[in-house]
């Protein structure tokens, strides 16, 4: 047996967008990556109340993502590299 190609990391993307799910992270996958893999937000997201769920030492960190201001290319900082295990919160 081979191993082709390994899929077990994943990042999930719920809420309001336009395909809500699972999705592979294939490399250095940013959050604004992951939210055009759900489709994109649908039109009663809060582009300003978006979180990144991580799991970190026992508990979980909530960060904060302004999809506004990253796609004018301001607080580009805040499109993280998503690890394996992320939730992205679309409200």
Do not use: H
């Not at 719920?14 to 055009?36: I, N």
């Not at 301001?74 to 394996?84: C, S």
């Amino acid at each position: 047996v081979i191993l082709l190609e390994l899929k077990s990391a994943k990042v999930f993307v719920v809420g309001k967008v336009m395909k809500p799910g699972v999705f592979p992270l294939d490399g250095e996958t940013r959050v604004m990556q992951a939210l055009a893999m759900a489709g994109g937000l649908n039109t009663f997201a809060d582009e300003d109340g978006i979180l990144v769920l991580r799991s970190a030492q026992g508990g979980q960190t909530a960060l904060p993502f302004d999809y506004a201001d990253v796609a004018r290319g301001k607080t580009l900082d805040k499109n993280i590299v998503l690890q394996p295990g992320d939730t992205i919160v679309v409200p």
